[in-house]
């Protein structure tokens, strides 16, 4: 039992090191070329407009379009990643949007702008117009007020002097009535 033990100890002490060996992630010359041809042809067809369904005009699926991983893209890739990205942004300096997806997020996201502005103008408008109208109302109000004075002060003062004439009509009480030729 003891010569047991001792193998068993002397298999434990044992280096868990794998032994050096080449890497085998090292690809050839044609496998590199390969790889930048299928990179490129992806970022032909992304900025073409040809974004895959669940995709958009990125890293994402740049990488993902010439099967490689991103962290190959972003490690090995890199300059190709950079033209891509350099591309995109001169396609979106002149106004041209690769991504439909895109395009038409930006469209609604001016409309939306546009009609934030436009909504902003008319509650300006719309609050304007509510205290010019309160005003016109305080105006209205004044008036009718003046008016009632006007029509109390007309029935005050017609009331005595339709008293002072008792049935006289104007031509009675005029100087010519007076004077009758004889």
């Not at 991983?69 to 300096?93: I, M, N, P, Q, V």
Request: proline share 5%.
């Amino acid at each position: 039992m003891r010569g047991s033990t001792s193998a068993r100890c002397a298999s434990s002490k044992r280096s868990t090191r794998q032994p050096e060996r080449p890497d085998d992630t090292a690809l050839s010359q044609n496998q590199r070329d390969q790889v930048e041809r299928r990179i490129r042809a992806a970022i032909y067809r992304l900025l073409a407009g040809q974004i895959p369904q669940s995709g958009a005009c990125d890293v994402k699926t740049l990488a993902r379009e010439a099967g490689i991983s991103r962290a190959a893209l972003y490690r090995t890739w890199g300059h190709l990643k950079d033209e891509f990205e350099k591309r995109r942004a001169a396609a979106w300096a002149a106004g041209h949007q690769p991504d439909p997806r895109e395009a038409r997020i930006s469209r609604l996201r001016d409309i939306n702008g546009r009609l934030t502005s436009k909504l902003a103008r008319t509650n300006t408008e719309f609050t304007l117009l509510k205290e010019r109208h309160r005003l016109l109302l305080s105006v209205l109000a004044a008036k009718d007020d003046e008016l009632g004075r006007l029509r109390r002060e007309l029935s005050t003062h017609a009331a005595p002097a339709r008293n002072n004439g008792q049935g006289t009509t104007p031509e009675a009480s005029s100087p010519a009535a007076e004077v009758t030729p004889r």
